[in-house]
């Protein structure tokens, strides 16, 4: 696919970011299955993918020389999009995942997931990234129960929204309206 970007037709340029999220698992196996599934999927939608990142397994962002040389690149200009099989194989801390997408935006680069939709373009859909930032370190709650990361912040928002007690409304919830 392409995009415009300076007033020219280019190709957008997306690398995978990935990593062994446990020591449980068998080195190299999610790796390679991120890599080969995203790869296979999204240049058969007609997608190039420009670069891959590949982390055997370190929790502290710092300590990623993969996760540093994407950033890097991103500094750079040499990333549109980055491409994750799901936010926890990025990292499985809140605070980090924020501080990660923060810093890719800054330079106009997209994180996207395979597997958890979301966007930050707006104020609410910015607030649903943060709850699925917040649910990274319950994460395997969600996957015993195959809900996703995006799913699970939607329930919570929609949830919260309609709580008894909530000072943030004014408005009085649907649920909550009864007839006269």
Not at 7 to 29: A, F, K
Not at 144 to 171: F, N, V, W, Y
């Amino acid at each position: 696919m392409q995009m415009l970007k300076n007033d020219q037709l280019q190709e957008v340029r997306i690398s995978i970011y990935t990593r062994n999220t446990s020591t449980e698992q068998p080195e190299g196996r999610r790796r390679y299955r991120d890599i080969q599934v995203l790869k296979e999927k999204y240049e058969r939608m007609g997608y190039k993918i420009q670069g891959i990142y590949s982390e055997i397994g370190c929790y502290n962002p710092k300590r990623r020389p993969e996760l540093m040389r994407l950033f890097l690149d991103a500094f750079l200009g040499k990333i549109d999009v980055v491409l994750v099989w799901d936010l926890f194989s990025l990292t499985s801390n809140p605070t980090d995942l924020l501080n990660i997408h923060r810093f890719l935006a800054q330079y106009n680069v997209e994180l996207c997931s395979a597997t958890e939709p979301f966007d930050t373009s707006t104020p609410d859909s910015m607030l649903h990234f943060q709850w699925m930032a917040e649910l990274l370190e319950h994460e395997h709650l969600a996957c015993k129960r195959d809900i996703s990361l995006s799913s699970l912040a939607r329930l919570i928002m929609t949830k919260g929204a309609c709580m008894k007690g909530d000072e943030s409304s004014a408005e009085p919830c649907i649920e909550s309206i009864r007839p006269a």
